[in-house]
């Protein structure tokens, strides 16, 4: 299963149990060779989810894809806040991600 395949499964599975987004970070050259940046910051989370009095922040990959340093880095700030957050590479990652009470430790 591609990344997109494992985002999808997620985000079907999740909208039983509240709202699922989709965050975008897009990079893209103009035609005049201008670098553009668009979208949230770096390292932010694939997916927000939205429970009832909780959210979570969902970075999905595959099970041999490598996680930046920045999306780390963000996971970690959203845990010391006290938001569910983590890296899934099934549903039922993402599962225990919004069924568990948030961790504060890193990762």
Known sequence: MTETDIMHA??????????????NVGEFTTADGRHISSGLPKGTSDLLFIGHGYIAFIEVKTPTGR????????????????????????????LKIINNPPERGEI
Do not use: C, W
């Not at 997620?10 to 965050?23: F, H, N, T, W």
């Not at 780390?72 to 899934?88: P, S, V």
């Open 10 to 23: 997620i985000q079907i599975a999740l909208s039983e149990y509240g709202i699922v987004l989709r965050l």
């Open 67 to 94: 996680i930046r340093p920045a999306q780390i880095t963000f996971i970690n700030a959203m845990r010391k806040l006290g938001h569910r957050a983590g890296i899934a590479r099934s549903v039922d990652d993402a």
